[in-house]
């Protein structure tokens, strides 16, 4: 059980650091985030938002008294990480190294979450 906790610990605690560092991104690198929102044919609009909403996601993991919250927030990590991926693979920029870790670091989160809370 102890094990678990730890491995638990480590893989929220890196997906929330890649999350916030994310969202950061969004914020105080806008430009940069922009052009790329471009090149992939998202619309800018939706970078604010976004941000705010993955800040919202890691609080949401990390509390634990709302459970249905919880599987929302990975749920949208999940649907958020999976489009990165396939938005960095499809223009080709080699950049879809971050969301398949975030997606590893999600699975490993989501499943020793539901181990220990049974």
Same mark, same amino acid.
């Given at each position: 059980?102890?094990t ?6 480590? $893989?929220?605690?890196?997906? +929330? &650091?890649?999350? %916030? %560092? +994310?969202? #950061? ?6 430009a ?7 090149s992939?044919?998202y /619309?800018t ?5 976004l941000?705010? $909403?993955?800040i &919202?996601?890691?609080? $949401? ?5 709302? /459970?249905? &919250?919880?599987?929302? $927030?990975?749920?949208? *990590?999940?649907f ?5 991926? *396939?938005?960095?693979y499809?223009?080709?920029? #080699?950049?879809? #190294?971050? +969301? ?12 020793? +979450?539901?181990?220990?809370?049974k």
């Amino acid at each position: 059980m102890k094990t678990q906790k730890i491995i638990y610990y480590i $893989a929220t605690g890196l997906l +929330s &650091l890649l999350m %916030f %560092f +994310s969202a #950061g991104m969004y914020i105080f690198n806008n430009a940069a985030i922009t052009e790329a929102f471009t090149s992939f044919g998202y /619309p800018t609009y939706i970078i604010y938002p976004l941000a705010f $909403a993955k800040i &919202l996601g890691v609080i $949401a993991i990390w509390q634990n008294k709302l /459970p249905a &919250l919880r599987e929302w $927030a990975y749920a949208g *990590f999940f649907f958020d990480l999976i489009l990165a991926f *396939f938005a960095h693979y499809m223009i080709s920029d #080699g950049e879809q #190294g971050a +969301s398949i870790i975030g997606i590893i670091l999600l699975i490993v989160s989501y499943y020793f +979450s539901k181990k220990l809370n049974k």
